[in-house]
């Protein structure tokens, strides 16, 4: 399926609706113009009206018989029928990997709950990506590659049953049940990442048993018309929700809770057109990190995270609430945040941007009004240039074009911590009629060109600088 750059899509959306001249470029139009052009673009997946019950195929809902057989019967008979809904109805429903086809709503009903298998047989080794690169690994729990009309809908529960039991201490973190002896991701991670490097073809970087890199909860790669919607996400063994090189993507109304290694609650990498809004995240690591790939598979992949548009989520616990980093050396342009409300003492940061000299990706034309902050743990926003590697690379990271309006903080340890680069700061950061309260600390701002403060209040006094 080609994937189109988003200027077609506003092309020829705007041409047929005659919003617009079609020579009229994003660029020259007010910004915010451009977020409504996302809202009115993003359209929900066409699903055929039939109605596939997995106990119609033998699945059991006893929380104990595994019903993987079950599951891919059900989506058989939805396929070969042209498409449909596949049903989970109430009962707890013991599976292995859920593997998506075109046309195909997998609905949760409420009071329904798919526990997915602790057990790595019950995972076939499937193409997928790992911390921003390609390899040959665990299947996703739920998994779609290269399908259009893609749709996870309902009101009941997704669980991964991640704990520090199963799956989460191979991040090799004492506190999530690691000890010395135990199997950890350490050593499979440094390989796959210096496979990347050499360039070795992703058919040969087969990872999977023994080498403990866990599998995502829901992954659509390369597909078109995605829709997750209503369900409940609990105990990812890895991030929830990562939409790979899609395009059209709608993530609305769910809520994720995991307090696991990361546990990112959505993860848009290398999308075109993708709206994110009413969610509840409340994660162990990014609420929703925003990526593109990382290092020379991102550059050679070369596909921005782009026009994508979040409004009226919640933000609890978590490393940041909206997140741009830091596996984006394909780069993001056109990212849009509003009226969401972030608010709890173990949330690090409200807004937040990391990349470095290894990634060295154009992080660009961010833009983010009317954000509610009760409090953060750290500074309310963060631009860091110095993360993980930090200036041991030879590409340059570059931010700029960020404007955020109206953001209002009750307690923060500071304002504001934007560290670049010698060579390579951050530049072009506005911050127009914001207010900061309880702030403790003073903000540092090093490596930065052209931050702007327009009525800017700090603890109830107005500022030029930071």
Known sequence: MPFLPSRRILFQYAAALSLMPAAVQAEDREPWAKAADIARTVKPPVIPDRRFDI???GAKGDGATLNTLAFAA?????????????AVPAGRFLTGAIHLRSNMDLHIDEDATVLFSTDTRDYPIVFTRYEGLELMNYSPLIYAFGETNIAITGSGTLDGQGSNEHWWSWSGGERFGWKDGMPNQRAARLAL???????????????????????????????????????????????????????????????????GPNND????????LMLIEDCTFDTGDDCIAIKSGRNADGRRLARAAQNILIRGCRMKDGHGGVVIGSEISGGVRWVFAESCRMDSPDLWYALRFKNNAMRGGVLENIYARDISVGQVGKAVITCDFNYEEGAKGAFKP????????RLTADHALRVLDSQGLPGAPVSDIVLRDCRFDGVTEKSIVAQTDDLRLENVRVNGVKVDQL
């Not at 059900?74 to 596949?86: D, P």
């Not at 609650?265 to 075109?272: A, I, K, L």
């Open 74 to 86: 059900a989506i058989q008979a939805c396929a070969e029928a042209g498409g449909g809904q596949v």
């Open 55 to 57: 106990t119609d195929f």
């Open 398 to 405: 570059v931010l700029r074009h960020v404007v955020i309006e």
């Open 265 to 272: 609650g959505c993860d848009p990498e290398s999308v075109d």
């Open 193 to 259: 990442a210096q496979m990347a490097e050499d360039k070795v073809p992703v058919e040969q970087r087969v990872f999977g048993d023994g080498h403990c890199l866990r599998p995502n909860l829901i992954q659509t790669y390369n597909c078109e018309n995605v829709l997750i919607e209503g369900v409940k996400l609990r105990n990812s063994p890895c991030w929830n929700i990562h939409p790979v090189q899609c395009r059209n993507v709608i993530v609305r109304g769910v809520d994720v809770f995991g307090h």
